[in-house]
């Protein structure tokens, strides 16, 4: 424990039990998207398509917030050589990321796709989405959410895990909302790398459309 895992806790007191003891469902599934994803597992194949990000690395233009959650990962023993995440955008590659950006109906929206090699955490945390805000200059009084998305079958070692709540086994395509403010992490301790990625949306009528009837094709 540390300042800022504390104040998360005492200031969000009231939106969860904060007890690893108790048995609690702390992410949602969705549905599962069929789509063709040989183009952008293609594209994911190759590790010069992606941009390297460092998650425990301190960086002049992170908010406060952020830079407080950094140094917490920082006192956990997180650093900048088990923290490497590689990843693609939609903006990169738009048309081979067209069916991942249209099928979820979100108003605006930004994907990325990541590859986690072994070896790599993403930390304990949670989604402030301030970045997409941003990029998209969201008020803040506008809904925000994120599906992730697992891009091939679970394999032995890769880890995702939400408030006291493991998902492990998924299949590809397979679609999971968190909670707000819900802390989550994830690793690869396997021998292949694990492909995910992430749909940051605003929500709109037809995204509860389509999440209520929890068919995606595209």
Aim: proline content about 4%; aromatic content about 16%.
């Amino acid at each position: 424990m540390n300042d800022y895992w504390q104040s998360f806790i005492e200031q969000n007191k009231n939106l969860w039990h904060f007890d690893p003891s108790v048995k609690s469902q702390d992410f949602s599934y969705i549905g599962r998207l069929k789509t063709d994803f040989k183009p952008l597992l293609d594209l994911m194949s190759d590790d010069k398509n992606f941009q390297e990000y460092v998650i425990a690395e301190q960086i002049k233009e992170h908010k406060a917030e952020l830079s407080e959650r950094i140094v917490a990962f920082n006192e956990w023993g997180f650093n900048e050589h088990n923290t490497k995440s590689l990843q693609i955008t939609d903006s990169e590659f738009p048309e081979v990321f067209e069916p991942y950006k249209k099928f979820a109906g979100f108003g605006d929206c930004k994907v990325v796709a990541l590859k986690q090699h072994p070896g790599q955490f993403l930390p304990w945390h949670e989604d402030t989405y301030v970045g997409f805000k941003k990029e998209f200059n969201i008020p803040n009084d506008v809904k925000v959410t994120r599906y992730s998305l697992f891009l091939k079958d679970w394999q032995w070692g890769h880890f995702f895990s939400a408030g006291n709540s493991i998902m492990h086994q998924w299949k590809q395509g397979d679609i999971i909302e968190l909670k707000p403010k819900m802390h989550h992490t994830t690793c690869n301790a396997g021998m292949v790398p694990k492909l995910t990625m992430t749909i940051t949306g605003t929500v709109t009528e037809e995204f509860l459309r389509k999440k209520e009837e929890g068919i995606f094709e595209y």
